[in-house]
């Protein structure tokens, strides 16, 4: 009988490849995510028009929250105190929570960043917060985090040589912080962040100061924050060139299929991004036959469901005229069965890309998300 693991225990196994595409689970306290994965995410404590129910019923079996938010509103202590994020937002399965860098960078004007960490007006009330490594991860130990992030600094794109590399040497010392916390603390695997920004040279040098902490598994941060397709296929190629076989790698905030398939084809193993819940609240649909934006006129008397290959609640039930009229109408359900969609698209999409590491088809499943999803 396997042993059963603690909060603070993580096994990774990898069943094909070791280079390109990777086939392999993490086993977790709360469970086991097969790879590679997309996690869905849940900001708020919520995955956007879903219950929790539903994303387990389509087959996740990781969802992202965020520590920023969380702890703005209503505070980590007062999840704490109420048993923990798993049972606040009822979901029982792994949980992933990032760090709050993003969200810090993405404040731009309102923060001032130091050696300590950041100062910022919080966008609730706009009391004075400060944010840091020590901090973050006492507040993804009181969620009750499975994955917990370090506390990093997300680089703008374009930077000059001279301020990326202070961020990126800022971002090595928070971590060693970072895990001096989490040693501290009780629950959680620690996952480092490999930052650099758009410079191929840092992103080495970051790579291998990182794993020279030796996390459970890393992360590939700093990405999809503007930079053109090929500079972060390039940054991409530069952050996993060291990083070890034998644990876990996560591209963070990159989710159309093509970009996908791509990090997928270097060896990464889990992503996340709010595109196809955001998507789905405007109105855009992912399917095999490529995206559909339903507010267009064409739809209007089309009876035809979203795809016909999709077995969604979404496409069973509904026709594109209906969706595009509740979508026209800002009613609710239009965002939930749009949603509903989506969340299933990018799931049956994990499982092909999982399936065709299996059975070796590989450069013909690529090849297909490609010619779709090329415009």
Known sequence: ?????????MRF???????????????????????????????????????TDEVRDIGYR??????FHLDLRPTSERIRDLGGLHQFMHWEHPIL????????????????????????????DGSHVTLTPERSVEIQQNLGSDIIMAFDECIPYPCEEPRCRESTERTIRWEERCLRQWERGESGVLFGIVQGGGNA????????????LDFPGYAIGG????????????????????????????????GTPIDIVNAV?????????????RNARNGRAYTWQGEVNIRNARHADD?????????????????????????????????????????????????????????????????????????
């Open 1 to 9: 009988m396997e042993q059963m693991l603690k909060s603070k225990e």
């Open 62 to 67: 990781i969802i992202l929250a965020n520590t």
């Open 201 to 212: 040279g840092l992103r080495r040098w970051s790579t291998r100061r990182t794993v020279e």
């Open 223 to 254: 990405l999809s924050v503007g930079e053109p397709k090929d500079v972060m296929k390039a940054m991409l190629e530069a952050s996993v060139e060291d990083l070890p076989v034998d644990k876990p790698r996560y591209m963070m905030g990159v």
């Open 97 to 124: 929570t990032d760090s709050g860098g993003y969200q810090v960078f993405s404040l731009s004007e309102l923060r001032k960043i130091t050696e300590e960490g950041v100062k910022f007006l919080s966008p609730v």
């Open 13 to 51: 196994e990898l069943f094909h490849g070791s280079e390109g595409p990777r086939r392999g689970r993490i086993q977790l306290m709360r469970g086991a995510i097969e790879t590679p994965v997309f996690m869905p995410v849940g900001t708020r404590a919520t995955v956007k028009a879903m219950t």
């Open 265 to 277: 084809e270097m060896g990464v193993d889990l992503f996340d991004c709010v595109m196809p819940t």
């Open 303 to 375: 009876a035809a469901p979203l795809s016909e290959t999709c077995a969604c609640p979404a496409c069973a039930h509904y026709s594109r005229a209906y969706l595009r009229h509740l979508h026209l109408s800002n009613e609710i359900l239009g965002a939930r069965l749009m949603t509903w969609h989506n969340l299933f698209f990018y799931h049956e999409l994990m499982e092909e890309c999982r399936q065709a590491i299996e059975d070796g088809s590989w450069d013909g499943f690529a090849a297909r998300v490609r010619a779709t999803f090329k415009t």
